[in-house]
Nanobody
């Protein structure tokens, strides 16, 4: 079975930085597009950033210029570097990936989430 595990969340002051990581493990054949989503209490889960297997990226307007998504295919990992953090960035952040496993089954996978709190 394939699993995604996020890490790197925490409490940071406005203007600070944080780096989130998401590692995939299991019987992986290929990882396609990987996404970072976030969800604040009482709000829907929104797409923050995405990166394709070829390295192309896309960002929500609210984070463009402040966040950077990257991936290390050799480590089956994806990262989200968050700079100039604002209180509105406070949310649980989830990684999501479309993965083909060792028996050629394509599925969407979600990590368990990591809390990011931006506050003075």
């Amino acid at each position: 079975q394939v699993q995604l595990v996020e890490s790197g969340g925490g409490l940071v002051q406005p203007g600070g930085s944080l780096r989130l990581s998401c590692a995939a493990s299991g019987s992986i054949f290929s990882i396609y597009t990987i996404n970072w989503y976030r969800q604040a209490p009482g709000k829907q889960r929104d797409l923050v950033a995405a990166i394709t297997s070829g390295g192309s990226t896309n960002y929500a307007d609210s984070v463009k210029g402040r966040f950077t998504i990257s991936r290390d295919n050799a480590k089956n990992s994806v990262y989200l570097q968050m700079n100039s953090l604002k209180p509105e960035d406070t949310a649980v952040y989830y990684c999501n990936a479309r993965i083909r496993d060792s028996v050629a089954t394509m599925r969407n996978y979600w990590g368990q989430g990591t809390q990011v709190t931006v506050s003075s």
